[in-house]
């Protein structure tokens, strides 16, 4: 195989490794709601029970972290309401993923 293909292959596994777990639910379905905009932590558990996707919300902590580390999402600010703490608001931050085909580069948006 030529070089210059199994650069191209490389670039094309580092995205595949980028967006696999991206496609994956409760992934996919975070991704999804937040699409409309900014949203609470309680309004994306609920969205999310709403799908089918039951699970504890520890668990939803953990996805939402790891989208944040992947820099899918960020934190928009804090909803402060009935004097508990306040609840963490999340927005997308990457709208796009993709790969430019002239330098290989993966790039966001």
Known sequence: MPR????????????????KPLLAEPKR???R????????TNEIYQALQERGLEMPRSTLYYHLSA???AGIIEM???????????????K???RKIGIDLVTG???RE
């Open 4 to 19: 210059w293909m199994m650069e191209e292959m490389r670039n094309l596994k580092s995205l595949m490794m980028l967006l």
């Open 29 to 31: 379905g975070i991704i």
């Open 33 to 40: 709601i937040l699409s409309d905009g900014v949203k609470g």
């Open 67 to 69: 989208l944040e580390d």
């Open 76 to 90: 928009a600010g804090y909803r402060e309401e009935g004097g508990g703490a306040p609840e963490k608001l999340w």
């Open 92 to 94: 997308l931050k990457t």
């Open 105 to 107: 580069e993966i790039f």
